[in-house]
T-cell receptor, first 114, second 112 residues
Framework: EPEVTQTPSHQVTQMGQEVILRCVPI?????FYWYRQILGQKVEFLVS????????KSEIFDDQFSVERPDGSNFTLKIRSTKLEDSAMYFC????????????FGPGTRLTVL | KQEVTQIPAALSVPEGENLVLNCSFT??????LQWFRQDPGKGLTSLLL???SQREQTSGRLNASLDKSSGRSTLYIAASQPGDSATYLC???????????WGAGTKLIIKP
């Protein structure tokens, strides 16, 4: 069964550094998402992406964050200057059609900012 | 603003029991509701998606029901097994947007 993959599984970085989290969606899916889960808290929506542009973003997704799909396969989340409070598990999700469909999640990247 | 609540936060039952997990929401203008399973340190596995026009969905030993007007969904697990131990999350799609809004989850432990 096709699945969403994410790399790396764990990233440790120093505060102020840039990180790029990568996701390979299921091949025929058209909608892409990033969510995060701070330890012990609810999963939170960050951004949705369709047709090579952002379709929705939350208030968490400020100017420090960006997303792109540079080569038509990988879907990336970049954090330009990491803060301690960015430490969380970041999940990529993909979806075949719009919000009528199931979102399929990757295994996550655990980001630790020191 | 939609709020999603899951009670209880944790539940421990002996193997073999049938059990019900609850999810409530404050705004009934939902498009659909999904139940997910999360194992420690792992990703989110979709279990069932129930559209707002549906009353229930079934997959194996799992049955999800939805009562939109009262803002409630339940996940029924029949004949529980130790392998069912995980955190169960419900998440909602509102009309006309794409993001999922999440509950905090119920941590389920099935004792052998």
């Amino acid at each position: 069964e096709p699945e969403v993959t994410q790399t790396p599984s764990h990233q440790v970085t120093q505060m102020g550094q840039e990180v790029i989290l990568r996701c390979v969606p299921i091949s025929n899916h058209l909608y892409f998402y990033w969510y995060r889960q701070i330890l012990g808290q609810k999963v939170e929506f960050l951004v949705s992406f369709y047709n090579n542009e952002i379709s929705e973003k939350s208030e968490i997704f400020d100017d420090q964050f960006s997303v792109e799909r540079p080569d038509g396969s990988n879907f990336t989340l970049k954090i330009r200057s990491t803060k301690l409070e960015d430490s969380a598990m970041y999940f990529c999700a993909t979806q075949l059609a719009g919000y009528t469909d199931t979102q399929y999640f990757g295994p996550g990247t655990r980001l630790t900012v020191l | 603003k939609q709020e999603v609540t899951q009670i209880p936060a944790a539940l421990s039952v002996p193997e073999g029991e049938n059990l019900v997990l609850n999810c409530s929401f404050t705004d009934s203008a939902i498009y659909n509701l999904q139940w997910f399973r999360q194992d420690p340190g792992k990703g989110l596995t979709s279990l069932l998606l129930i559209q707002s026009s549906q009353r229930e969905q079934t997959s194996g030993r799992l049955n999800a029901s939805l009562d939109k007007s009262s803002g409630r969904s339940t996940l029924y697990i029949a004949a529980s097994q130790p392998g069912d131990s995980a955190t169960y999350l419900c998440a909602i799609n509102m009309d006309s947007n794409y993001q999922l809004i999440w509950g905090a989850g119920t941590k389920l432990i099935i004792k052998p």
